[in-house]
């Protein structure tokens, strides 16, 4: 749940000093200092989350669930839909998304309270249901823009901190003309009936609160949340500040409010300002409206071969139309930069005799070892978001992950097998040998604070470059190139392997949850050194490295020692001198093509090489 910042004095304030509350130890309210109020509210949840379902029945006089079932419909969810349930609580709205999903799609929940989170789990194992569940913070959500087709919140806008960039956040990762279903509370129309649900709130229901838990203050902080909260008008004018057209549906004669808010597109939001008049206008900040995103250097080196890498796309959905396939379907389909596939087909096509047929094959298969990697690497990493997904695990657990990175392997080489050509068969069973040696390098590298970049090179040249140089090769191998130039750009993928993986260790100290789509941190949590860490260990003596990398060395790791690391190697210049390094091995990769007739793709080759260094994502 997330906190508000209202006064007791001023209910319809966003942002105060101080709040008027219970306190903690005692029944008594008493003045919450707003930069208290976060922890407050996670004490709260956590001392109420066993019985906050059935507070929600007495406080709702039974109507919640029927009013959740309500918002399921009105949001219009359908199978194939991916939803996100922000604050979700102890889960039924995500619950009822998942049930009316019937398996497929993707259902999100979220909540910064793990107490409330255990609650939600535990319904949806007796349910079987497949939901993702994250611990997180709905006003700075770890998902990149237009993830979601639907975001849904339940009786928990009143906890935020911030209602407008709460509100900001959740129309953020929708898609343009995505919908944000919201319910909350009521102001009812009818003041009799406003004020009697007010004496039932503060009598009734504190009263069998106090009764079952013996604690006033929580029951007394939700009586008053209700009260406070800002009325349909005023709740409609911000999610319209948000660039969000909204319509209010209340529900059983204004108890509960919905929401339904659909995400408008640039174009969309500035008709709707510009058929305002004057005295119609709302006295708000304005948008914005950015340029026009100009294309990206890997969009111009892909143009080339669009049309190609199109007919991979295709080819991997026919690849998983098996049922036990299904559940990856969502992480093909969530983007990725096609890099691997991209380059099997470029090389190949630069070659003077390219077999298409065969080069899409193999270009699927690369992806689906790709992928397969991606799967097993992030329940190593135990890393929960991967393009801005749940990780496989995450939402499968780990067993089935575990087989469905076996089943996309045997399916890879399935293909590979049909083609009947030994030499990309071999090149390819190489390169997954190297992957695993990598993988176990870096395993037993871990935690070792003397790491040579020597040492670190030969890890990154079998787990990352290996494959890229790997698609190079088979490429060109396919393209009818002669042997002397088939190594040449054999070396041109490896160099550029290098450059890539260095620049995603920097990335993983400098980058941004929501733009990278993936967690950060997630290789020095876990006691992996990357090479601006080790640039940074070399700047320090013996004694300043024990002193500061303590708590790896005792593997007691935080966000706050993770951050400080990141500074640090950023302040030495460390990161600096890893994206120098990077741009050598590109260059050296440019240099390695210079000579080769490229069939007129050169360009693209160029493309590449600087978007493996100038990537931000």
Known sequence: MEVSTRSSQEPQALCGQTILEPSLNSPAPGPVPTEEKRPFIQRLFTRIAPRYD????????????????????????????????????????????????????????????????????????????????????????????????????????????????????????????????????????????????????????RVVGFLVTGEWWPFTYLAKSVRQFLTPPQVMERLQSV??????????????????????????????????????????????????????????????????????????????????????????????????????????????????????????????????????????????????????????????????????HSTAFRLLAQLQVPEVMGVMADVCQQLCRGELREVEARYRLDLREDEYLEIIRDKTASLISGCCQVGAQLGGYAPDAIRHLAAFGLHLGLAFQIIDDCLDLTGDTRELGKSIHADLDKGALSLPIIYLTQTLSTTERDRLFAPLREHATDPEFLTRIAQAAASAGAIARAQRRAAEFARTAQELVAQIPLNGLMGAYQQLSEYAVSRRS
């Open 54 to 205: 059935w507070f929600n029945r007495l406080a709702s006089c039974g109507l919640d669930q029927h009013w959740r079932k309500t918002v399921v419909e009105r949001a219009g969810i359908q199978p194939n839909h991916r939803v996100l349930d922000v604050c979700a609580g102890t889960g039924d709205l995500a619950i009822l998304c998942a049930t009316r999903q019937r398996g497929v799609g993707l259902v999100v929940g979220l909540d910064m309270n793990r107490a409330m989170l255990t609650c939600a789990q535990r319904k949806q194992r007796a349910k079987q249901l497949a939901i993702t569940w994250f611990e997180g913070d709905a006003e700075a959500l770890p998902f990149t823009n237009d993830s979601f087709d639907r975001v849904v919140v339940g009786f928990s806008t009143r906890n935020l901190t911030n209602l407008t960039n709460g509100l900001r956040e959740m129309v953020r990762v929708l898609r343009p003309n995505g919908q944000l279903v919201i319910l909350e509370t009521g102001h009812p129309a009818n003041p009799i009936v406003w004020l009697a649900y007010q004496a039932f709130l503060f009598t009734v229901a």
């Open 243 to 408: 660039h969000a057209a909204v319509q209010y549906l209340p529900l059983s004669c204004g108890l509960a409010s919905v929401y339904l808010a659909t995400k408008l597109s640039q174009d969309q939001h500035s008709t709707s300002l510009s058929g305002m008049n004057d005295s119609a206008t709302i006295d708000r900040p304005r948008w914005q409206p950015h340029e026009p995103p100009t294309s990206s250097t890997l969009d111009q080196a892909l143009t080339p071969i669009r049309r190609e890498l199109d007919a991979v796309t295709e080819r991997l959905l026919e690849q998983l139309d098996d049922p036990v396939a299904r559940n990856v379907v969502y992480l093909i389909t969530a983007g990725g930069k096609r890099l691997r596939p991209a380059l099997v087909l470029l090389t190949g096509l630069s070659g003077r005799a390219p077999n298409r047929r065969a080069l899409i094959d193999t270009a699927t298969a690369v992806e689906l070892i790709h992928t397969a990697t991606l799967i097993h690497d992030d329940i190593i990493d135990q890393s929960q978001l991967r393009r801005a997904q749940p990780t496989f695990h995450e939402r499968w657990g780990t067993e089935r992950a575990l087989l469905m990175g076996d089943y996309l």
